[in-house]
């Protein structure tokens, strides 16, 4: 057995761990060991799969400015150094620009890392890892692991003629291209956003150089956006379109500033919600809504595919007004993109996978879940409005909203609680799928947990019930068309849950 047991740092097809000690107890467990080990992981997947030996392949890796991102960094570098592969220093970039990496001519890598823990507190760092496919998948980074953790394996790579790593400046190359498709897709002139006033929260990630390289060049004032500065203590919010105070701080930062748009990113740049004209966030339902809208004309009936959370307003828009298609399928970016995918393959055609985190692929961008390309087709059609006296906010203006919604987390104390999740869903699959709760009936088809319709005469509403992705949490959503009606459905569900005795219910 390996002495070491690195899928504790596996978090579905990302690699994630504690990089800093001394906060709040947690040990360290992403160290320079692991980190080189995972790189030699990372080499032999990519000999494997490409057929090249190490000497001729081409890596690059890029972090986010997270503290602990340079010695992670230098760690892949030592440990790729001895087998003569090119390795490419990315420095500072988004997670989509290292997938570029593996495209555009200048690089061409046969992989790429990211160093980044997406939206998670300072001390924690991770790897996302592609090749010219694209991410790559859960059962990769199981393999990967398991080679990062075998001594004989890492053993079997071939030393060559030491190469050192080689900085780039990919980012704005990266920036570049983007400039390019909203030249081109505003076709205005040289500076298509003149007159526009665009602020823009990068959350001190990443995703500062899209006010500074793409907007400002093309004409667009910035001077109203925000905490652009790289800082891998994220001193003034937490880098996450999701969190509350994050799209309160940017929302207002429109309002006062009488902004035209704005735009907010996480850590990494792979995520981005919107801001209206009226300093009104455009998120959850609302980005998903926006996606659509801005293909909508160029792909009529097309599938979206969402994760399961949406709300029936959000389904009656994309249905009804824009005339597409809705699959509401599983939580997790890399469940919708592979759906997607899967539909595809199948002869359905499906331009668009999203989550309301706001992780958006689209198939014209090789369903690469791209906060700044969104950003981009976004700020294309707010250009384009704004020529015409409008603001952004008419995309969605009939998009409906439900009087009520909440989310709650319900830890599982037993042990094995994936399986103990297991049998409270199936458990009330047959209580409401037989009738015995009035007014109540399970949606079908769904891909998730169980969705349960609520229909009587003081709830309009839903529930989701479902397991966490990696933890012993299991989501609850409510939604209501009702005021009160979220209370109602919390009624009926207590008896259901307070029963199972290693399900805490207490915010139930």
């Known amino acids: 057995m390996s002495k070491y047991d690195y899928s504790r740092l596996q978090n579905g097809s990302d690699i994630r761990g504690v990089a800093i000690d001394g906060v709040a107890g947690e040990e360290v467990n992403l160290d320079a060991e692991a980190a080189e080990r995972i790189a030699k992981g990372f080499l032999y997947y990519l000999v494997i799969h490409t057929g090249k030996p190490a000497s001729e392949l081409t890596i690059s890796v890029g972090r986010d400015p997270r503290l602990s991102g340079p010695a992670l960094a230098e760690s892949f570098f030592r440990a790729l150094a001895p087998y003569g592969c090119r390795i490419l220093d990315a420095g500072l970039c988004s997670t989509p620009a290292m997938f570029m990496s593996t ?78 498709l909203i030249t081109n897709g505003v076709d205005n002139g040289d500076n298509p956003l003149s007159g526009m006033k665009i602020t823009v929260d990068a959350g001190n990630g990443s ?47 429109v309002k006062e500033s ?121 700020v294309i059609r707010a250009a384009k409005l704004y020529r015409q006296g409008e603001g952004i906010s008419a995309l969605i203006r009939r998009l409906k909203t439900p009087a009520e919604s909440t989310e709650i987390r319900l830890p599982i104390r037993a042990e094995d609680f994936s399986d103990y999740g297991d049998r409270i869903i199936s458990q009330l699959k047959i209580l409401f799928g037989d009738g015995q709760v009035k007014g109540a009936s399970l949606e079908e088809p769904n891909y998730e947990g169980i969705r349960v319709n609520f229909r009587t005469p003081s709830v309009n509403g839903w529930m989701l019930l479902r397991k966490s992705l990696h933890d012993p949490i299991m989501p609850l959503n409510i939604e209501s068309d009702d005021e009160g009606g979220v209370e109602e459905i919390r009624k009926v569900l207590r008896p259901l849950l307070t029963c199972w005795e290693d399900l805490d219910t207490g915010k139930l």
């Open 207 to 253: 995703g500062g150089f899209f006010a500074e390289k793409v907007l400002s060049p093309l004409g667009a004032d910035v001077s109203s956006s925000q905490f652009l500065d790289p800082d891998g203590r994220f001193p003034n919010h937490a880098p996450n379109p999701e969190d509350k105070s994050a799209m309160a701080s940017i929302c207002q930062r």
């Open 103 to 180: 495209l555009f001519k200048e690089y061409r890598c046969d992989g790429a890392v990211m160093i980044t823990a997406s939206h998670l507190p300072f001390n924690r760092n991770g790897f996302k890892f592609f090749d010219r496919a694209g991410g790559l998948n859960k059962g990769d980074i199981t393999d990967i692991l398991t080679f990062a953790e075998s001594d004989s394996i890492l053993n079997s790579l071939r030393p060559s003629a030491k190469k050192e790593p080689e900085a780039i400046s990919l980012l704005d190359t990266y920036a570049s291209y983007l400039r390019g």
């Open 258 to 378: 009488s902004s035209d748009l704005g735009l907010i990113f996480d850590t990494d740049v792979d995520r981005s919600s919107a801001v209206d004209e009226n300093g009104k966030e455009i998120s959850r339902n609302g980005i998903v809504a926006m996606a659509a809208a801005l293909i909508a004309d160029e792909y009529p009936k097309t599938t979206v595919v969402t994760d399961s959370i949406t709300s029936r307003q959000l389904t009656e828009f994309l249905e009804d007004d824009l005339h597409l298609s809705h699959l509401r399928f599983k939580r997790g970016y890399k469940n919708v993109i592979n759906k997607a995918k899967e539909l595809n393959d199948a002869g359905t055609d499906c331009q668009l996978a999203i989550e309301t985190s706001g992780h958006a692929a689209y198939k014209e961008n090789y369903f690469l879940d791209d906060g700044a390309y969104l950003a981009v087709k976004i």
